[in-house]
């Protein structure tokens, strides 16, 4: 339930109808907005009887939410979220580049493109140092060392960085040294990690599961806000289908969908979403074009030679063409790269 506060409602009053609906055993939300303050309501098992919330001075209406996603509805939440990270705004218009090795290897590899990077205009730098492989038998991330190389390669070119944390344990570690918390597919699900990031005090990138619903990516992303943290960042990273002639299938029609079901920032991850080269420029112009907040992809000083997933990394020199062409979309559907 969602509780819409008159224009010239006060502090006080607002103060006075969130004492109630703690009184009732549920918690207020209070979200002060541009034109007025809304309350959401959670913690609620059934319907709330809103009467007495209806009469109380302040209170313009009361609006029965639809979704079973509270906090990160935009029935809840009219206007855009806008994800701070360490200086980089992700949503709002602008169109954000996240990019870097699928893993850091080594102390050159992630200095030598993260220098690449910069120059060619990436927002943010990824890299992996804990990776959830599908081979035990293969390459696992360098661990915190990998982290704490990933954290000064950013700080030498002034680039925030994103990197998973694949359990408990690695989630402090990420906390520690990363600017954004990356939440794997793998883990969309994993209730208890999500709930930990809410509390990890760092914003959260939290991609789609390989077969999960919008509405469970959204009651995913519920979790973390539910546990305090606003900022989060939503990433459509490819789903299973029955083609076969890309690692996943992009489903761009999930930005659309959640921007206009929930305020949070939605990026694309067309690297993972297509798993081929030659398909992460095309799929990263339709990404903006379709009006994500931005993108991640993957980038290696020498992809034939990578750890993970260098057949999906582009080369230095194709990331240039990349950011040139989308730079060239933005101009024409009305965003900007910076
Ligand atoms: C990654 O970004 O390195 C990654 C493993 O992605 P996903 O969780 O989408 O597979
Ligand atoms: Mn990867």
Redesign the pocket.
Known sequence: MLIVMETHATPAQVQIVCAEITAMGLTPHPMPGAQRTAIGITGNKGAVDSSRLEQMPGVARVIQVTAPYKLVSREFHEENTIVDVSGVKVGGGRFIIMAGP??VESAEQIDTIAASLREIGAHIL?G?AF??RTSPYSFQGLGEDGLKLLAEAGKRYHLPVVT?AIDNESLELVAHYADLV???????QNYSLLRRAGRCGRPVLL??G?SATLDELLMAAEYIVNEGNPNVVL?E??VRTFADHTRNTLDLSAIPFVQRTSHLPIIA?P??GTGRRDKVIPLSCASIAVGADGI?V?VHPHPDSAL??GPQSLFPEQFRDLVKRVTAIAGVVGRHLN
């Open positions: 699928c893993a990824r992996g990776k959830p998973e990356q939440i794997g597919a793998r883990n969309m991609k789609r390989m990433c990273r490819g991850d690297s993972h991640m993957e993970s997933d």
